[in-house]
C-alpha cells in the first residue's frame, strides 16, 4: 500500500462544465497505479465537481441551465453580493454539487460507467484557474 | 494495512430508493475487513446513491416526491430528450444527490448513525440492473 | 501507511452552519498526521456536511435562507410529519448536501483553499449533539 499526492490546475472560460477525465487519467498513469481510490478535491467554494454522463454535449448545457433556474442571480434574494451579482449563486451551486469526490481505481483506470466523466463545473462569470488537489491511495 | 475491491449490482423498480445496507454489510463480512473506509460508488448518471433515514418509508417517498417537483419531466426544459421525457431529470437528479460516497468502519459494520441507511436512488421510470463499484481499505 | 479512527461531537443550536474546521485540524494534530486523507462522515440524515466560503459570515446566512426557500416546511407538502414541521425538510437539505467529506492533507492540515472552511448544517430548529465519525488514512 502506497499513497500519491498532487495537484492539477484547470482554465475554465467562464460558466458551464468542463471534462478533467483525461488529465486525471494522466495523474494516475504518471503515477504508475494499478489499483485503490482517487480523491478528487476542488480547493474553491465557487466551482464544483460533478460526474455526468460525456455522451451528448446537451446533456451539460441543461445542467448548466438548470442551476441558474434553481439558484437564479438577483440583487434582492442574496445580502452577499459585493463580489457581484454571480457569486452567491455560485456558492449556492457548488453546495449542490460536489467538493469531493472518491473513485475506485483498478487496472490503473478510475472505474467510471461507459458514459461517465468527471467535470469542473465552475460557476463564475469569468475566466478562473481552478485547483484540484488529488490524493491516490493503493497499489 | 490492504484493500478490497468488487463490485454489486442492484436491480431496480422505476423510480425510487432502494435500501442496499444489507448487501454492502454482506459484502463486508465475506471480506472479514475490521476497521477503514468503505467507498461505493454507483456507474451511471441516471441513478444516484444517498444516506438517508430508514425508519420511516414516508421519508423515502417524500424524498422521491421532491426530486419530481424539482427536476419535474418536461419536453420544453430541455434539449436533451432523445433518451426519454425521464432522463435529463434523472442526471439532474443525479448531481444533487451522490455519485460516490464514503463510510468509516469500526469493528467490521458501517459506522452508520442509528437511523441511516445507504440507498440507490433510481431516476429512470424503467428497471435497470445498477452497478456499484466497491472498495475497503483499512485492516 | 496507518490510519486512525475517531469521533468528533459537535453542539448545534437550532437551524444554521458551525465551523467545524478547527475542531478537524485539532484532531489531525492530535493523531500527528503528515499526508494523506481525512474521511469525515455525519451520523445523521437531519444535519449534513458541507464545506464553504469562510470569509463573509452572509454567505452563510443566504446558503442557510435559500434551502429555507427551496425545501420549506410545510403541512402539505410531506407524508412524513410526525416528528415536526422541520423534520422532512431537514432530510430534503441533508441530501441536497454533504452526508461524507474526503479531504486530502498535507504537511498536517486539509489541503483546503484560502477561503473554505469545513461546516457542520444543521437543519432542526433545536440545538442537537451531533457525531462526526472521522477515519485518517496515510503517514
Redesign the interface.
Known amino acids: 500500500?502506497?499513497?500519491a499526492?498532487g495537484e492539477i490546475q484547470i482554465s475554465t472560460h467562464g460558466k458551464g462544465l468542463i471534462d478533467v477525465t483525461r488529465p486525471l487519467h494522466a495523474w494516475l498513469n504518471e503515477k504508475k497505479v494499478q489499483?485503490?481510490?482517487l480523491?478528487v478535491?476542488?480547493?474553491?467554494?465557487?466551482a464544483s465537481l460533478?460526474?455526468?454522463?460525456n455522451a451528448?454535449p446537451?446533456?451539460q448545457?441543461?445542467?448548466a441551465?438548470?442551476f441558474e433556474r434553481?439558484?437564479p442571480e438577483s440583487w434582492e434574494?442574496?445580502?452577499?453580493n459585493?463580489e457581484g451579482l454571480d457569486d452567491?449563486p455560485a456558492?449556492?451551486r457548488?453546495?449542490?454539487?460536489?467538493?469531493?469526490?472518491?473513485?475506485?481505481v483498478?487496472d490503473g483506470r478510475m472505474?467510471?460507467?461507459t458514459?461517465?466523466g468527471v467535470y469542473v463545473f465552475e460557476h463564475r462569470a469569468s475566466p478562473h484557474i481552478r485547483?484540484l488537489?488529488?490524493?491516490f491511495?493503493?497499489?
Open positions: 500500500m502506497r499513497q499526492s489499483e485503490g481510490v480523491t478535491f476542488i480547493r474553491h467554494s465557487s460533478t460526474i455526468q454522463e451528448d446537451d446533456v448545457l441543461d445542467l441551465d438548470y434553481i439558484a434574494l442574496y445580502r452577499h459585493s452567491m456558492h449556492i457548488s453546495s449542490l454539487t460536489d467538493v469531493s469526490l472518491t473513485i475506485p483498478l472505474r467510471l460507467g458514459w461517465q485547483k488537489a488529488l490524493n491511495m493503493g497499489e
